[in-house]
C-alpha cells in the first residue's frame, strides 16, 4: 500500500508517446547555481515499462553527422515535459534497424497529426470541439424542424379539402 502511494506521488501526465513519433523533451539541466531547460528533438526509437513509474524513452537524433540517443525516464522530476512534434507509421516495437541506415533510408512515413488531439489517419476529417457542439445543436434542432414540416403539410392538405368541397 506504501508502495502504491509513493508511486502515484511521482507519476506525471504524459502524452500517449508511440514509437515511431518525433518528440521534443525539455530536460531541466542545472549548471552550478542556475537551472535551464534544453531541448532535445528527434525519434522514439523504444518505449519500455509502458507509462509505468520506471517507463522509459528511447530518442534518437542526428547531430553534426553523429547519430545520438539519449534515454529519458517519463516520470523523472528534471525532465520538464514530453511535446509531440509529428506521428510516425511504423509496424516494430522497436525500430534498433534505424542506427544503421542513413538519409533517405533512416525516414518513417509519417501520420497527420494535430496537437492536443488524437492521431488522425491521412484523408480523415478532424473532429474538433466547435463540430461537435454544431452537431449537438442540429441533433436538438432536427426534431423541431420535422415537426414544423409536418404542421405544414397539415396546413397545405387542409386548404385542399376546403376548396375540392366547394
Do not use: C, W
Not at 116 to 124: I, N, P, R, S, V
Amino acid at each position: 500500500m506504501q508502495k502504491q502511494q509513493m508511486t502515484k506521488e511521482y507519476l506525471k501526465n504524459t502524452p500517449n508517446i508511440k514509437v515511431g513519433d518525433t518528440v521534443k523533451v525539455h530536460q531541466k539541466i542545472k549548471e552550478g547555481s542556475k537551472q535551464r531547460i534544453q531541448i532535445f528533438e528527434g525519434l522514439v526509437l523504444a518505449k519500455k515499462h509502458g507509462a509505468a513509474v520506471e517507463g522509459m524513452l528511447t530518442v534518437r537524433k542526428i547531430i553534426s553527422g553523429v547519430g545520438v540517443e539519449k534515454i529519458f525516464p517519463l516520470h523523472s522530476p528534471n525532465v520538464e515535459k514530453f511535446e509531440i512534434v509529428s506521428r510516425g507509421k511504423v509496424r516494430r516495437a522497436k525500430l534498433y534497424y534505424l542506427r544503421d541506415r542513413i538519409g533517405k533510408r533512416a525516414k518513417i512515413k509519417k501520420k497527420l497529426y494535430i496537437p492536443g488531439e488524437e492521431t488522425l489517419e491521412e484523408g480523415a476529417e478532424p473532429q474538433t470541439a466547435e463540430a461537435e457542439a454544431i452537431e449537438a445543436q442540429t441533433a436538438t434542432t432536427a426534431p423541431e424542424t420535422e415537426k414544423e414540416n409536418e404542421e405544414k403539410t397539415l396546413e397545405e392538405e387542409t386548404p385542399n379539402a376546403t376548396a375540392e368541397a366547394k
